[in-house]
């Protein structure tokens, strides 16, 4: 157990809804990261929150976006969802959030989508 | 642009004989670099990691990968290899410095450890 969690396990719903996929870091982690994961684009870094601030994006759909709240979770919100995007979704944590130091990030169990 | 790749989308290997998956990266400066693997339905753990220091990091479970500059590649190994370790394994790489720790990953490897 990373000591990341996700909430939902798993999410079905239909084209054109609007989701909210909700992560909490370790103890003590002040970054959070969010990842997609599907069958034809692999891994695929979203976005990173460092103590409630945007950090960095990645390839992350106009109709997604996130935050970081006070108490440091962090949500996902996808709207007007489409078949592709029908994906796993993972949020990491890591303690700091960039500079010199390289530090190891921990994956939750990851949210399953399906959008019919 | 960083880059990783992974050009073997599968490893079979017999228990109890030696692993290896393969990893390049693509990077400027010098890279950080990390091995996570993925059982099913799960998500994914933290093997070992590459900073500086010593070509050869050891990590969890028996694994080590061995960094090579010139190469530019980063290959996870385990001497002998169990059952158990069947999974699907990524390697990262992060640029250092910047403003941001995000890992960019390569495509994974399904590796299969017969019995």
């Known amino acids: 157990d990373s000591g990341v969690t996700q909430t939902p396990k798993h999410l079905i719903t239909a084209t054109g809804q609007r989701v909210t996929l909700r992560c909490s870091p370790r103890?003590?982690?002040?970054?959070v990261y969010w990842y997609q994961q599907s069958l034809d684009q692999g891994l695929q870094f979203l976005i990173q929150?460092?103590?409630?601030?945007?950090?960095a994006k990645g390839n992350i759909l106009e109709r997604f976006s996130a935050q970081q709240f006070p108490d440091l979770h962090s949500e996902l919100n996808l709207s007007s969802l489409e078949l592709g995007d029908s994906a796993l979704y993972f949020c990491?944590?890591?303690?700091?959030?960039?500079?010199?130091?390289?530090?190891?990030?921990?994956f939750g169990p990851g949210t399953r989508l399906t959008v019919t | 642009a960083q880059s990783v790749a992974q050009p073997e989308d599968q490893v079979n290997v017999a228990e109890g004989n030696p692993l290896t998956v393969k990893c390049t990266y693509s990077?400027?400066?010098?890279?950080?670099l990390f091995w996570y693997v993925q059982y099913p339905n799960r998500g994914l753990q933290f093997l070992l990691k590459?900073?500086?220091?010593?070509?050869l990091v050891k990590g969890s479970y028996g694994f080590e990968a061995e960094f090579n500059k010139s190469q530019t590649s980063f290959h996870l190994k385990k001497p002998s290899a169990l059952v158990s370790d069947s999974a699907l394994y990524f390697c990262?790489?992060?640029?250092?410095?910047?403003?941001?720790?995000?890992?960019?990953f390569g495509t994974g490897t399904l590796l299969a450890v017969q019995p």
């Open positions: 103890s003590g982690d002040l970054s």
């Open positions: 929150y460092y103590n409630g601030e945007e950090r």
């Open positions: 990077v400027s400066g010098n890279p950080y």
């Open positions: 990491a944590s890591s303690v700091g959030g960039a500079g010199g130091f390289s530090y190891e990030q921990y």
């Open positions: 590459y900073i500086t220091g010593d070509n």
């Open positions: 990262a790489v992060r640029a250092p410095g910047g403003a941001t720790n995000k890992l960019i």
